[in-house]
């Protein structure tokens, strides 16, 4: 079945650091890849997504580009900021003919940003 | 818009109670979805719809049920809480695969339920 996985958190950076989340997947067909992030409190928003090999997502500063020969969809920031201390999720979704749009999560990285 | 909407925010049940946690959208979504989200872990989908009438089991769909009568609104309820089931509730919605949206899901802010 459908797994994704992501680096183990948390992670701890001083602002305006270099942030890198690392995502990798395993899915049968050809998916679309997702970042989402959910602040203290709140629910999952979508971050940026990604539909075919190649695509390069972007949102507020981060990127990821669907890596479809490393199975990859790596999250990445150039200088994160304390607003952004956050839990990021990156999901896939089969997008097969006989889908419902399931979203597979991974299992989340926790981000905090000190000033 | 509202968006997604989920009644209460938090609740603590005993061992053997029951609830129901309501789900409401406003974006005339086909596709909806309840997920848990226990701590450390991803989250997982324990039931879907696809419409009103039209139910389907996700990956953990074991103690609770669901109905779509309408397709603004898609409840969960637990019939006999039960300490496993201590968890944060999502419900999302989309317009569904194929619709031009990506299957971008939109996600209410969330039910923490305890039970003791």
């Known amino acids: 079945g459908d797994s994704v996985t992501q680096m183990e958190g948390p992670v701890t950076l001083s602002e305006e650091a270099f942030l890198t989340i690392n995502c990798t997947y395993t899915?049968?067909?050809?998916?679309?890849l997702f970042w989402y992030v959910q602040y203290p409190g709140e629910g999952l928003q979508l971050l940026l997504k990604a539909t075919k090999a190649d695509d390069k997502g972007s949102n507020k500063g981060f990127e990821a580009t669907y890596r479809k020969e490393t199975t990859s969809f790596h999250l990445e920031k150039g200088s994160v900021q304390v607003s952004d201390s956050a839990v990021y999720f990156c999901?896939?979704?089969?997008?097969?003919?006989?889908?419902?749009?399931?979203?597979?999560f991974g299992q989340g990285t926790i981000l905090t940003v000190h000033p | 818009n509202a968006g997604v909407t989920q009644t209460p925010k938090f609740r603590i049940l005993k061992i053997g109670q029951s609830m129901t946690l309501q789900c409401t959208q406003d974006?005339?979504?086909?596709?909806m979805y309840w997920y848990r989200q226990d701590p450390g872990m991803g989250l997982k989908l324990i039931y879907y719809?696809?419409?009103?009438?039209?139910?389907d089991k996700g990956e953990v769909p074991n103690g609770y049920n669901v109905s779509r009568s309408t397709t603004e609104d898609f409840p969960l309820r637990l019939e006999l809480a039960a300490p496993s089931q201590t968890s944060v509730y999502f419900c999302a919605s989309s317009l569904g695969p194929g619709q031009g949206s990506y299957n971008e899901q939109f996600f209410g802010p969330g039910t923490r339920l305890t039970v003791l």
């Open positions: 899915a049968t067909g050809y998916p679309s």
């Open positions: 974006m005339n979504h086909n596709y």
């Open positions: 999901a896939l979704s089969d997008t097969g003919g006989t889908s419902y749009g399931k979203l597979t």
């Open positions: 719809s696809v419409g009103a009438g039209i139910t």
